[in-house]
C-alpha cells in the first residue's frame, strides 16, 4: 500500500466526529476518482436516508429519503450486498425521481455497500460521474479493487464513528432525562395550567410563609411542593415528605417534633430539617395535637419534644398538602382552625386534569419519551385515532393514573409501528372509554393532538402541525421531518413559509 493510501486510511481511522469522517471519506473518493458528485446513504429501518452529498446541485440530494416501493441503485447495492456499475439514464434501477430534479445529469455511478465490523450492510456509498464521455479505465477490476478496499476501511471507520455517537447521544439524552426527572420540566412544558401555576410557585418561592397545596388525588402535589423549594432561597437545604396518612397517629407526633427520655434523645423531621423545607402531605390526617404543635412551630418557629420541658429554636418552611376541604373539616372540629388560618394565607389549587380542558397527548408521549430513555426500550407511537379514545378517559387519578399508565403502554405488543385504539381496548379493559361505546354521542366537537378543527384555517393548522412536531422532536428537524415523513428541505421550506423559527417551539404546547 502506498504512502498516499496509507496516510488517507490512518486519517479515515482516526476521525470520530461523524460529519467530518463522512466528508473526508466521500471527497477523498471523489478525488481519487476524479468525478463531480457522489453521496453516503444510511439505512434506517426500511427507508434509505441520503446523510452526505458532495458536488454541484448536492443540496437536492441530501437529507433525500427513498421509501421501501421506490427502486434505486442504492436500495439494489444495499438490498444485494455487493457493488455496481450503472449507467441512471438507461438502468432501469435508477431513481428518475432524483434524477430529473438535476440540471446537470449523472452519466454514471458506482455504488458500494458500507458494512459493519460483523459484515452487515449500513449504508451506501456512490461516485457519480456527470461528463458526457466516462474514463472506462477507472471501472477495470484492478481499479475497482483497489477504491474497495478504500471503501472498507472507510466504511469501517465510519461505523465505528456511528457507534461511538451513538452512544455519546445515548449518555447525552439519559444526562437530559435526569436533569428532566430531577426538575420535571418535561411535565410542566406539556401542561398549560401547571405554567400557570409555575408563576404563582415562583412568587412564593420568595417568601417563607407556608403554602397550602390543595388537589385531587394523583394531581402532583409533592411535585408542586418541591418547585416552591428549589426556586426559593433554601434550594440548597434538605426536602423532606411526611405522607401523614401513611404513619399511625399515635407515632406521627413523635416522628414530627421527636421524643425526649432520661437516656435517649430523638429529634424529630422538624429538627432534622433545620434550615430547609418539609411537606406534609395529606395534612388532614395529622391529629390535633399535632395541629396544635405546627401553629407553635409556625408562629414561634420552635418545637418541643414529646416528653420535654424545653421549646427549641429552629427555622423549617412547612408546606402542605391536601385533597380535603379543610374548611369544611373545620367546621365540623376535625381540623384545627388556627392552622387553617395560618397555611390558608398562601395557596395553591390544581385543578384535576378533566377540569382542566388539556389534551392529554402531550403528556403521555412526554411520559412515553422518558420510560423509552430510562428502559432503553424502542420508541413507542399512538396513533391520532388512539390518542382520541384516550382524551375521552375522564383520568380520575389524574397525572399519576397517566404515569402508571404510561408505563403500561411501553409494554404493549403491536402489530405496526403505532399503538391503536384497538390495542388499548384489549390491553385496558378496566378503563372506561366513552367514545369507544357505540351509540355513545359527542358532547364535544372532535379534537386531535389538542386541536379544535372547527376553529382553525388550513394555514393556522399547518402552522400548529408543525409546532407540534419539532417540540415532540425537541427541535430536531431531521427528526422532526422524518416524522411528518416528508424531505428534510420540504420540511425546512414549509417553516419558512409559515415564519417559524426552529426555536419557536418550545413556546406552543401540543
Not at 94 to 111: A, F, G, P, R, Y
Not at 356 to 376: A, P, Q
Request: glycine share 6%; charged share 30%.
Amino acid at each position: 500500500m502506498s504512502d498516499f493510501y496509507y496516510t488517507l486510511l490512518k486519517s479515515f481511522l482516526k476521525e470520530t466526529d461523524m460529519e467530518k469522517l463522512r466528508l473526508r471519506f466521500l471527497v477523498s473518493l471523489i478525488e481519487i476518482q476524479n468525478v463531480e458528485r457522489g453521496s453516503i446513504w444510511i439505512k434506517e429501518n426500511d427507508h434509505y436516508l441520503c446523510v452526505e452529498a458532495v458536488g454541484k446541485e448536492s443540496s437536492i440530494v441530501k437529507s433525500f429519503r427513498l421509501g421501501p416501493d421506490k427502486r434505486s441503485i442504492v436500495g439494489w447495492v444495499i438490498e444485494n450486498k455487493e457493488r455496481t456499475i450503472a449507467d441512471p439514464r438507461h438502468d432501469k434501477r435508477s431513481n428518475h425521481e432524483i434524477e430529473d430534479q438535476l440540471n446537470i445529469k449523472n452519466t454514471m455511478i458506482l455504488c458500494f455497500p458500507l458494512l459493519h465490523e460483523n459484515g452487515e450492510i449500513y449504508g451506501a456509498l456512490e461516485i457519480l460521474d456527470t461528463s458526457s464521455e466516462p474514463d472506462m479505465t477507472k471501472t477495470d477490476q484492478d481499479h475497482l479493487n483497489k477504491i474497495q478496499d478504500i471503501v472498507d476501511i472507510g466504511s469501517l471507520a465510519l461505523s465505528n464513528a456511528i457507534r461511538y455517537n451513538r452512544q455519546k447521544e445515548k449518555i447525552e439524552d439519559m444526562q437530559r432525562t435526569i436533569d428532566g426527572i430531577r426538575e420535571e420540566k418535561g411535565l410542566v412544558d406539556q401542561s398549560p395550567t401547571l405554567q400557570d401555576i409555575m408563576e404563582i410557585v415562583r412568587n412564593y418561592a420568595a417568601l417563607e410563609q407556608p403554602v397550602l397545596i390543595t388537589g385531587e388525588d394523583g394531581t402532583e402535589k409533592e411535585f408542586i411542593a418541591r418547585q416552591v423549594h428549589n426556586q426559593s432561597a433554601r434550594k440548597d437545604k434538605l426536602f423532606h415528605v411526611v405522607n401523614c396518612n401513611i404513619i399511625p397517629h399515635f407515632l406521627l407526633h413523635n416522628e414530627l417534633f421527636g421524643n425526649q427520655k432520661k437516656d435517649v434523645e430523638e429529634p424529630g423531621v422538624f429538627e432534622k430539617m433545620n434550615g430547609g423545607t418539609v411537606f406534609l402531605n395529606e395534612i388532614d390526617s395529622l391529629p390535633l395535637d399535632a395541629q396544635a404543635g405546627i401553629v407553635k412551630l409556625i408562629e414561634h418557629g420552635s418545637v418541643r419534644r414529646a416528653g420535654g420541658k424545653r421549646s427549641k429554636k429552629i427555622d423549617v418552611r412547612i408546606i402542605a398538602g391536601t385533597a380535603k376541604d379543610l374548611e369544611e373539616l373545620v367546621d365540623q372540629k376535625g381540623f384545627e382552625r388556627k392552622l387553617f388560618q395560618r397555611l390558608s394565607i398562601l395557596t395553591i389549587d390544581i385543578p384535576p386534569l378533566h377540569k382542566r380542558g388539556e389534551h392529554i397527548c402531550s403528556m403521555i408521549n412526554y411520559f412515553l419519551w422518558k420510560g423509552t430513555l430510562l428502559t432503553d426500550t424502542p420508541e413507542k407511537k399512538v396513533s391520532a385515532e388512539a390518542m382520541e379514545l384516550l382524551n375521552s378517559h375522564t383520568w380520575p387519578g389524574n397525572t399519576k393514573e397517566v404515569k402508571t399508565f404510561s408505563n403500561r403502554l411501553l409494554n404493549v405488543s403491536t402489530r405496526g409501528e403505532y399503538i391503536t385504539s384497538e390495542d388499548i381496548l384489549e390491553y385496558f379493559k378496566e378503563m372506561d372509554f366513552p367514545d369507544s361505546h357505540p351509540h355513545s354521542a359527542p358532547s364535544t366537537p372532535k379534537k386531535l393532538d389538542g386541536i379544535r378543527f372547527g376553529d382553525y384555517s388550513w394555514e393556522k393548522l399547518e402552522k400548529e402541525y408543525v409546532l407540534y412536531i419539532l417540540k415532540k422532536n425537541r427541535g430536531n428537524i431531521s427528526k422532526a421531518a422524518k416524522d411528518a415523513a416528508i424531505k428534510r428541505s420540504t420540511f425546512v421550506s414549509r417553516m419558512k413559509r409559515l415564519d417559524i423559527s426552529r426555536f419557536e417551539y418550545d413556546q406552543d404546547e401540543c
